[in-house]
């Protein structure tokens, strides 16, 4: 589990804070400025987010010093589960909940939208496919690279793990659920770019705030993932970033501190500092 910064514990103002995940109830968000809230937020979820939570997590503590922050990168599916079984305060998904979730008693809340850019070693002579083409890529339609305007070598299909945000999203918009023939499935948005960097057949897709110059994102119909093209909605390789909580439950003062600061606007800065679009 990662922390972002270092708890300092204000005795005489201490406040008890509750255990368990919550709702996003306004009636819970008021709190004064003239008292400090001590405490730890939890939160468990996708790891596309990390780059995100980081900085919405260390802003958050130096602005709240009795207050530790804290981040698991488990996974959507596991952040989800987590957040339902009260082993965290917020989940966090990089899919949107399905209405099964929903009724279940949890609430999603988009914190922001993020571009899924298709990415291949930067070897690759291959800029841009349609979106077709990448379906046909993934469903093993198209297995050379010569089909697509590339050199003639086998391409190599690289996943992430079923449960995973991403894969949820890119398999959505593709139209390729249950259809795609991976060689690799990963377990993190970071492997997977470490083994596309590493691999000149390869072909993956990776969260757009994540992404290095270690590969080339190609564009997707002529439309290069961006700020920009996923805000306008013009790159539609796109998904939410989504906090999650208990639908019935209050979050604890310190949880419901942070999600006030994190859905507010104050934070569109650091929000397109991480490469992503606000949704507040």
């Known amino acids: 589990m990662k922390r972002f910064g270092i708890l300092t514990i204000a005795a005489a103002l201490a406040v008890t804070t509750l255990a368990g995940c919550g709702s996003n109830s306004s009636s819970n968000s008021n709190t004064s400025s003239n008292t400090e809230v001590t405490g730890t937020v939890s ?4 790891t596309s987010m990390e780059k995100v939570i ?18 698991n990168p488990t996974g959507s599916g596991s952040g989800i589960t987590a957040v339902s079984e009260g082993r965290c305060d917020i989940g966090l998904s990089s899919r949107a909940l399905t209405d099964e979730e929903k009724e279940s008693g949890l609430t999603e809340t988009i914190l922001a939208l993020d571009g899924i850019a298709i990415i291949v070693n930067p070897e690759n002579p291959v800029n841009d496919l349609s979106l077709e083409q990448i379906a046909q890529i993934y469903t093993g339609e198209i297995t050379n690279w010569s089909e697509v305007g590339g050199s003639d070598s086998e391409i190599v299909l690289i996943g992430r793990e079923a449960g995973s945000g991403t894969r949820d999203g890119f398999e959505s918009i593709t139209g390729t659920e249950d259809l795609c023939q991976y060689r690799q499935e990963l377990t993190s948005t970071g492997d997977v770019i470490t083994t596309v960097a590493n691999n000149p057949g ?42 999650v909580t208990k639908t019935d439950t209050p979050l604890s003062e310190a949880a419901q501190l942070f999600f006030d600061y994190a859905t507010s606007a104050d934070v569109e800065d650091i929000l397109t500092g991480a490469g992503v679009v606000s949704a507040n």
Do not use: C, H, M
């Not at 939160?43 to 996708?46: A, E, F, L, N, R």
């Not at 919405?56 to 922050?69: D, H, R, V, Y």
């Open 202 to 243: 390869a072909i993956g897709y990776a969260s757009l705030a994540s992404i290095s110059d270690t590969v080339k994102a190609i564009t997707v119909d002529g439309v290069a993932p961006s700020e920009e093209t996923v805000k306008d909605g013009s790159y539609v390789v796109q998904r939410p970033f989504v906090l």
């Open 54 to 71: 980081g900085s919405l997590g260390e802003a958050f503590e130096a602005e709240n010093s009795g207050i530790t922050f804290t981040y």
């Open 43 to 46: 939160t468990d979820g996708s």
